[in-house]
């Protein structure tokens, strides 16, 4: 009798569709491969963004530590430098004077030592040390 229903039922009352539904889907060959690929390429992918990352945390960590040494010297009003700095051998005196570029201040007045005692006989090497400050002394030594 279903064999009957069903052979009865004409081609213009059916009407065929379909829908999408999540069903469980067996692997073949080449489904294993291709997922095998895919999870190696993103364990990859994986560990150079987390060389990335630690990178970008210590150049992050060194910018924090460079912005609080700006904002330590921008607090005292400046920063220690080098600089050349004049200096001034009074030999008459036995003296040696050191003062500051800028300022003009003097930072050490100290004793000649013995191996500075000693004039140089070659102008090359007087020239270098020569100050831009008559030798005689200045106000700055008194």
Known sequence: MVKKAVEEVKQEDVRLTSEKRR???EFTESDVNIVNAKVTELT??????????K???SIAKGAECEIKKALQSLDEGGEEREMECPVIINYTQGTYTVKHPETNEVIEVRDL????????LFEDE???KMPEEPVGGTADEE
């Open 113 to 120: 030592k013995a191996d500075e005692r000693q004039q140089s």
């Open 126 to 128: 007087e020239e270098e």
């Open 23 to 25: 069903l469980f889907h």
């Open 55 to 57: 990178m970008y945390a």
């Open 44 to 53: 990859i992918k994986k560990e150079e963004f987390a060389e990335q990352a």
